[in-house]
């Protein structure tokens, strides 16, 4: 098969579409004919040199759509020919993967392969982390920092349908609107407005419940500031930096909890858990065409170079793909 390759030898590290070995599948197992992936941040933290893959294919990629090829001998819930979709360790920016059979899930009707490959990694990061890491209750109100982003629009989705109140934050103009037309109830421009003074204006003085901040150091005295007695904040990054000062005592009069999560390292079996868990709850809103990926661009798989240095530059809204086949 044929694979995106980090070429490491070369300061820049280009990406090249080259033969790779192609994937042994176990009993438990099934492998896919890829026929689009989507980029991530992490790709672009692994093509650095900062995020080597834990037990996974070297190979980028967290997520895929394809068509089922081969099954292995316990895996008999699926069949050649199916339409699925995954959340991978690695191994989506190449024409084949093996996936465990559980974590697959089944392409709704009328998608397209591209949607589909923007579906896994981000509507289940923001899942586990509102849902199961916060424990978000009903009618709790919530934050999202980088509302535009894969995570960000699918953090709005979720918690708009499941009726909770959503403020978040965006860079440009043309960002704000498009967090606003997926449902966010408050959208503040971070450029050009105080986000603090906005979420205060707009909940009275009350703050919010929970806080999902891929930003980090840069926002921490901020998000405590906004956070209501018993609140939470998940970190899933730290764009802005890792390094923040922490007033213990603060902490322990708000009551506040302060939550670490990442997804890709998690287990096999934890990433079953959550793909499960998020089915239950979302899956017929997904079905019905409530809640669907947002789509940046669409790039040829050959065209990862150009692919990436558009997520560096954080022009996308929503999530940008790569086309492997036709």
């Known amino acids: 098969m044929y694979a995106i390759q980090i070429q490491q030898e070369q300061p820049d ?72 979709c995954a959340l991978l360790g690695g191994g989506g920016y190449a024409e084949a993967v093996a996936v465990h059979q559980e974590m697959l899930m089944p392409i709704p009707l009328g998608w397209s392969f591209e949607e589909a490959a923007a579906l896994p990694e981000v509507y289940l990061t923001a899942f586990v982390n509102l849902f199961m890491e916060a424990a978000l209750q009903p009618g ?109 005592g603060r902490l322990m009069r708000k009551r506040l909890r302060l939550i670490g999560s990442v997804l890709r390292a998690r287990s096999p079996a934890e990433k079953i858990e959550i793909k499960q868990r998020f089915m239950d709850r979302f899956w017929p809103a997904v079905t019905a065409g409530q809640i669907r990926p947002v789509l940046d661009r669409v790039y040829p798989v050959q065209e990862a170079n150009a692919a990436h240095a558009h997520m560096a530059a954080n022009q996308n809204i929503g999530k940008i793909v790569l086309k492997v086949r036709d």
């Open 13 to 84: 590290r280009p990406l090249v579409w080259q033969e790779s070995a192609d994937p042994v599948i176990g009993p438990d197992e099934v492998r896919v004919m890829i026929h689009a992936t989507a980029l991530n941040r992490a790709d672009l933290a692994q093509r650095a040199g900062h995020y080597p893959p834990p037990g996974a294919p070297d190979i980028l990629g967290l997520e895929m759509a394809g068509t089922v090829s081969e099954v292995g001998a316990n895996a008999q819930q699926w069949r050649p020919g199916d339409p699925v």
């Open 140 to 248: 709790e109100s919530v934050l999202v920092h980088g509302g535009a982003s894969g995570v960000g629009t699918a953090a709005i989705q979720l918690l708009h349908h499941a009726g909770h109140a959503v403020f978040v934050t965006a860079g440009t103009p043309e960002k704000v609107a498009r967090c606003r037309e997926l449902g966010a109830d408050v959208a503040i421009n971070y450029r050009e407005e105080d986000f603090v003074a906005a979420i205060w204006t707009a909940t009275g003085g009350a703050g919010v419940d929970v806080i999902l901040d891929m930003v980090g150091g840069d926002y921490y005295e901020r998000n405590v500031d906004l956070l209501k007695l018993k609140g939470r904040m998940v970190f899933i990054a730290t764009l802005g930096g890792s390094q923040a000062p922490l007033d213990i």
